[in-house]
């Protein structure tokens, strides 16, 4: 399995606060079944331009690396982040450097709010005029939001993929009413989006006890397959340098 959704890199957003910590979420991955971990902090345009967020990011990468010298058999590692949508995204010079490094994926949280026609249209733009395919974080997340309104569908209905939060899965009742169209019948990415290792602790295992139950492994085949498409290009980090 592989975590495409992961706040793990240390000092860097509200997740890890020090090396420690990443080393024990990565641990954690390992022993849940996840061989492949994308790190994703958070980047809020409003708040940095790109190039000093990529520069922030590289040395809290430095600090992880050095931290896991000695650690063996960690998860296969891969960088890029999560980026909160804001307008005109589509031609910020700078939007392909927030791609998972060596692909053309690009993690996208949307707006916690109800969309408009204009949200859409931009997503859209960000493939049409940039080839970037975004990767919607945690899709659950904006259900409620867009009540009376068809944007999730035509959403979905773009070049994009779809990121469900594990946690999610274990909420049965908004599971039916709000994603069976998507669990049952769409190919996604999983992620834990996990930031600590207390209330939102790496928790991978929940995906895969439901697909297995519900899917048999027929399910998570398909999900791998995807995440294994999506990094057939990508720079993977030695994380385990000798």
């Known amino acids: 399995m592989k975590d495409f959704h992961t706040h793990i890199l240390p000092e860097m957003d509200d997740g890890s606060f020090n090396t420690d910590m990443s080393i024990e979420m990565l641990n954690k991955l390992k022993s849940q079944g996840i061989d492949s971990i994308v790190l994703t902090p958070h980047y809020y345009f409003d708040c940095e331009c790109v190039d000093n967020f990529l520069d922030r990011r590289r040395k809290c990468l430095h600090k992880l690396i050095i931290a896991s010298k000695f650690v063996e058999d960690l998860p ?47 997503v859209d733009k960000i493939y049409i005029n940039r080839g970037i395919i975004p990767i919607i974080a945690h899709i659950e997340r904006y259900i409620e939001f867009q009540k009376g309104t068809q944007y999730v569908n035509e959403l979905l209905d773009l070049n994009v993929l779809i990121q469900i939060n594990s946690e999610i899965l274990k909420k049965k009742n908004f599971v039916k009413k709000h994603l069976s169209f998507i669990i049952d019948n769409e190919v996604y990415l999983l992620g834990s989006d996990c930031h600590n290792m207390e209330g939102r602790a790496p928790n991978m295992d929940i995906a895969s006890k439901y697909m297995k139950k519900k899917f048999k492994n027929d399910k998570l085949k398909q999900i791998d397959l995807l995440g294994e498409e999506v990094l057939k290009n990508a720079i993977s980090i030695n994380i385990n340098p000798d």
Request: hydrophobic fraction near 40%.
């Open 76 to 122: 296969q590692i891969y960088i890029g982040a999560e980026v909160a949508f804001f307008p005109n995204m589509s031609n910020h010079e700078g939007l392909d450097k927030l791609c998972i490094e060596g692909t053309k994926y690009m993690l996208l949280e949307m707006p916690f709010a109800r969309w408009q026609k204009s949200h859409v249209e931009e």
